[in-house]
């Protein structure tokens, strides 16, 4: 999301609306990441699909464990494995980033091309990459002693019907089903509402800033007012001074200001309002508002 800003903002291809909608994107993100307790599900993901695995089969050590990925789910598992006795073996489509998790968990790396040969040496599967070209099917498995398979991977990486053919298979789906606090259900739903909520205030000030042309208008027509007004006081009294004339002047534009300032105030909150009606549609008929006038308001300035 801040490469795309920074890249929109290097073009000069984002205006004062995608940039506002980008910057509470990042804001609401930081909220979630700080105010809930979600930034921690992928460990939960990692624990409970480990204990569902050794339950069925058995503790993790001495076994070999092959993590597919290298993000920071693969990462967080990779060190789970490592640190419960188990030989972890890391296989990534770069073998760059395979290598340098193998070495922060004392394992070996592997290219994901010779993902054939380490299934060949591997007890236990955990597949998080997540990518849509990736699907371990049962004949990728068939012949291998792989025993149990744990895919934490969003679409998943590994063919549910590998758990047919005497494999035990922990996937999102079953956690979901059998270990429901992976993800505290309540920390998911409070992130949400917190999106809920900045995205309510967004529209409710898009909603604002759409009256705020026909607020502008409003005002420009009545200062129109008072200058044709002060125009023709000095035609009818040319005797009066500078001092005079200024005082009048100011006068005026009080009043003026005192009694646009609760409408137009009120207006702009009203319409800040989900469903509310046409304030700004409103306001044009009730003043007779040049639509040209307000046109030219809404319409950005042009640069050199």
Same mark, same amino acid.
């Given at each position: ?10 073009? *000069? ?14 804001? +609401? ?17 990692v624990s409970a699909g480990?204990? @569902? ?23 967080? &598992? ?40 380490? %299934?060949?040496e591997t007890d236990v ?23 149990? +398979? ?11 019907? +590998?758990?047919?053919?005497?494999i035990c298979l922990v996937? %999102?789906?079953?956690?979901?089903? *059998?270990?429901? =606090? ?7 739903? =409070? ?8 995205? &309510? ?31 023709? %006081? ?11 004339? *200024? ?17 137009? +105030?009120?207006?702009? *909150? ?15 008929? @009730? ?18």
């Amino acid at each position: 999301m801040k490469s795309a800003l920074a890249a929109g903002q290097s073009h *000069e291809t984002v205006g004062p609306v995608l940039n506002s909608l980008f910057q509470q994107a990042i804001r +609401v993100g930081k909220r979630v990441h700080t105010e809930t307790g979600i930034g921690s599900a992928g460990r939960s993901l990692v624990s409970a699909g480990y204990r @569902l695995l050794t339950d069925q089969l058995g503790a993790l050590d001495s076994q070999r464990v092959l993590v597919v990925g290298a993000g920071a789910m693969a990462g967080l &598992a990779a060190r789970t494995a490592a640190a419960n006795g188990a030989t972890v073996i890391c296989a990534n489509r770069t073998l760059s980033r395979a290598e340098r998790l193998a070495e922060a968990v004392g394992g070996k790396a592997v290219a994901l091309s010779d993902l054939a040969q380490a %299934l060949a040496e591997t007890d236990v599967l955990v597949a998080c990459t997540g990518a849509r070209t990736l699907t371990i099917g049962v004949d990728d498995l068939a012949g291998t002693p792989v025993r149990g +398979v744990v895919d934490l991977a969003l679409p998943a990486d590994v063919a549910p019907e +590998v758990s047919e053919h005497g494999i035990c298979l922990v996937n %999102l789906d079953r956690l979901v089903t *059998e270990q429901p =606090d992976a993800a505290s259900a309540q920390e998911i739903e =409070d992130a949400r509402t917190m999106v809920r909520e900045e995205v &309510a205030d967004f529209l409710g000030l898009r909603r604002a800033a759409q009256v705020a042309p026909t607020v502008i208008a409003l005002r420009s027509m009545a200062s129109e007012v008072v200058a044709s007004e002060l125009r023709r %006081l000095d035609a009818r009294l040319p005797q009066l001074d500078d001092h005079e004339r *200024e005082l009048i002047q100011r006068s005026m534009r009080r009043i003026v200001e005192k009694l646009l300032h609760a409408p137009t +105030v009120r207006v702009q *909150e009203l319409s800040a309002e989900p469903d509310a009606v046409d304030y700004a549609a409103a306001l044009r008929e @009730l003043f007779a508002l040049d639509p040209q006038t307000v046109a030219a308001v809404m319409s950005p300035e042009v640069g050199p």
